[in-house]
Nanobody, 120 residues
Framework: QVQLVESGGGLVQAGGSLRLSCAAS????????MGWYRQAPGKRRELVAG???????NYADSMKGRFTISRDNAKNTVYLQMNSLKPEDTAVYYC??????????????WGQGTQVTVSS
């Protein structure tokens, strides 16, 4: 079994910063792509940023220049540094990881979500 545990959400004023973390644990052989998604009330879940095991990154257009995704492969952990936060960034942020576990198959896992609230 694989678990993703997120941390770092909270309440911040517009223009502020937050850093999210997500650690994968359990029966893990390898962690491939990892990413962050978010879902605001009444909206669909959307990609925020993704990162491959080799460190290649991609971002949603509205996050480019403000958010930075990184990972520590030794710790099976992915981070999301969020700067210049805006009220429209308010959402539940979810971690996602493609993990090869004890079954030797790659499966997709999700974290429980962490709330980010940006006040104006």
């Amino acid at each position: 079994q694989v678990q993703l545990v997120e941390s770092g959400g909270g309440l911040v004023q517009a223009g502020g910063s937050l850093r999210l973390s997500c650690a994968a644990s359990g029966s893990i052989f390898s962690v491939n792509a990892m990413g962050w998604y978010r879902q605001a009330p009444g909206k669909r879940r959307e990609l925020v940023a993704g990162i491959t095991s080799g460190g290649s990154t991609n971002y949603a257009d509205s996050m480019k220049g403000r958010f930075t995704i990184s990972r520590d492969n030794a710790k099976n952990t992915v981070y999301l540094q969020m700067n210049s936060l805006k009220p429209e960034d308010t959402a539940v942020y979810y971690c996602n990881a493609a993990v090869v576990g004890s079954s030797w198959r790659q499966n997709d896992y999700w974290g429980q979500g962490t709330q980010v609230t940006v006040s104006s």
